[in-house]
Every structure is written in structure tokens, then in C-alpha cells.
């Protein structure tokens, strides 16, 4: 049975859906998800020159690993600022830095600038002397799927895979035909199938494809990358998102991990702190990083 703590992410979902059902309060979605996680301790945030980006530095952490986050948001909201906390649990559960950034949104700006300036961060990364073996990519829904596109977009522009990814409640099927649309649809607090694909068209753009494989991952190839370990809600309607990435990465022969929270919604790792179901998603994440990464 889900922790009267998890409810809260239930209750943040379904104050984001708008009475019609099929629009988003980008407040409630965006910026007020800050107030799902509690604030960890003994973590510093440093702004980045010249970046709209931040450090995550926990006190403890090697100077030398990094986790490149990147934030949810339906590709219409979402910031640093929204999701420093949870990404500063995660920095503190690996024992490592991380960098947290800002990419453009839709519709001001559609497909594909936010993978590209996911990948320019990347080499902006890289260029600090950050050896590739240590930097795992994480990023939660929106930012799960570009936790793996960025790492396909990288390849392509002739830069080197990092060590491995967390995704965790990932988008990727902008086609929103997997079967979990039905059998969670009373029970995912604000995702739908109009909803999704209606977020899909603003990113999208009006010739943008859904069947890109730097939108979903699973159209394109992904032998050699590093391992993946994905964790997704029971109750999410993208529960098959979460199942097909893997299903495709096993396929491309790459060693992944998928862990199914029972009862839970979409990105409950957002009450970091307060619920145990984020707390132990947060654990498993930080111990599966530290392995990847070395430590």
C-alpha cells in the first residue's frame, strides 16, 4: 500500500490537470513541484558562468564524477530551480557532483534545440576534463527520454557515450499508443492519451516526427551504450514508455535494468525526503550510480 507521504504526488498531479482535463496549469506543474521534495542538507548550488546551469555539489562528493540532469517538463516547463532538490538527493546518494541545466521550451522553441543544447552541454562537460567513463546522464520523464536521445545525437556529432544513464519515468512514445494509456487510465492522477499527445504537437512542431529516434530512442540504434537502469510509477500511463526503452535497449544488447514501484505515480521520486517509495527509488538510483561509476 502506497505511503500516506506518496499521496502528495498525487495530490500536486491532480491540481495540475485543469478542469477540462486536457490542459496544464504550468505553475502547478512546473515551478510548485519544488514543494514536493524537501530541501537535503549539507549540498551547496554554485551557478555556472555564463550558463543558466547549476552545480549540485554535496559535501562528501568526488570531484570527479558527475551526474548531467536533465529536468522534466512535458518539453513546456520545468528548471533548475524546480528540480535542484530532487537531483541534489541523487548527487548525495551517488557521492558525486552534478550539473543541472536549463534547455529551451516549447513552443517558444520546438524540436530539435533541446536535444542539441543537451548535447552542447555535454561537450561544454567534457571540455571541463571530465573523462566520459564518469558521467551518467539522468533526467526524469521529458528529461529521461533525452537521457537517452542526447547520448544518440552525442554519437552522431562524433563525441564519446558516457557510462551509462538514468531515466526514470521516461516519455519517449509521442505516439501515445501503449497499452497502460487503458489499463492505468483511472488510476495515472493527470496523464492521458489527448494530454500526451497534445504536448507531443507543441514540441513536435509542425514537421517534426514522433518516430524520430531523437525524440523516441527506440527507433534508433542502440548498440553500445552504457548500461541504463529505469524506474518508472505502477500507475503511470506511461508505464509502457518505461517498458518498451527497455525492451528495445535488451535488444541492442546493452545491460538494462527496469524496477516497477507499485502504486505509484508519474516522477513520484519528486518527494525526495519526505516519502519512503522516492527515498528508496533514490537509494536504489545512488547505489546502481556509484557501481557505474566507480565508487
Known amino acids: 500500500m ?9 495530490r500536486h498531479w491532480e491540481a495540475a490537470r485543469t478542469p477540462s482535463g486536457d490542459q496544464v496549469d504550468r505553475e502547478l506543474a512546473d515551478h510548485r513541484w519544488a514543494e514536493l521534495t524537501a530541501e537535503p542538507d549539507h549540498v551547496d ?18 570531484t570527479d564524477r558527475v551526474l548531467l540532469c536533465l529536468h522534466g517538463g512535458g518539453y513546456i516547463g520545468g528548471s533548475r530551480y524546480s528540480h535542484r532538490k530532487l537531483f541534489a538527493h541523487l548527487a548525495k546518494a551517488v557521492g558525486a557532483r552534478a550539473l543541472v541545466f536549463d534547455y529551451s521550451l516549447a513552443p ?13 552541454t555535454y561537450r561544454w562537460l567534457l571540455d571541463q576534463g571530465i573523462a566520459p567513463e564518469h558521467i551518467v546522464f539522468a533526467g526524469d520523464s521529458a528529461g529521461g527520454g533525452m537521457a537517452i536521445t542526447t547520448q544518440l545525437r552525442a554519437r552522431a556529432a562524433g563525441l564519446p557515450l558516457p557510462a551509462g544513464a538514468l531515466p526514470f519515468s521516461p516519455w519517449i512514445n509521442f505516439e501515445a499508443n501503449g497499452a497502460t494509456y487503458d489499463s492505468n487510465r483511472d488510476r495515472d492522477a493527470f496523464f492521458h492519451r489527448d494530454l500526451v499527445r497534445g504536448l507531443a504537437r507543441i514540441f513536435l512542431g509542425p514537421d517534426g516526427s514522433p518516430r524520430d529516434p531523437n525524440v523516441n530512442p527506440t527507433y534508433g540504434d542502440l548498440t553500445g551504450l552504457g548500461p541504463i537502469y529505469i524506474q518508472v510509477g505502477g500507475d503511470e500511463v506511461l508505464l509502457d514508455d ?9 535488444k541492442a544488447g546493452v545491460d538494462v535494468r527496469l524496477d516497477v514501484f507499485a502504486e505509484m505515480q508519474h516522477t513520484f521520486q519528486m518527494a525526495a525526503g519526505r516519502a519512503p517509495e522516492a527515498d528508496d527509488a533514490i537509494s536504489r538510483m545512488g547505489q546502481w550510480g556509484r557501481k557505474v561509476l566507480g565508487l
Not at 48 to 60: K, N, S, T
Not at 108 to 120: F, L, S
Open 2 to 10: 502506497a505511503s500516506k507521504e506518496s499521496d502528495a504526488v498525487r
Open 45 to 62: 548550488y554554485l551557478a555556472v558562468p555564463d550558463r543558466p546551469a547549476l552545480w549540485i555539489v554535496p559535501h562528501d562528493a568526488t
Open 108 to 120: 517558444e522553441r520546438i524540436h530539435p534545440v533541446q536535444v542539441d543544447e543537451a548535447v552542447d
Open 242 to 250: 518505461a517498458r518498451q526503452l527497455a525492451e528495445a535497449a535488451e
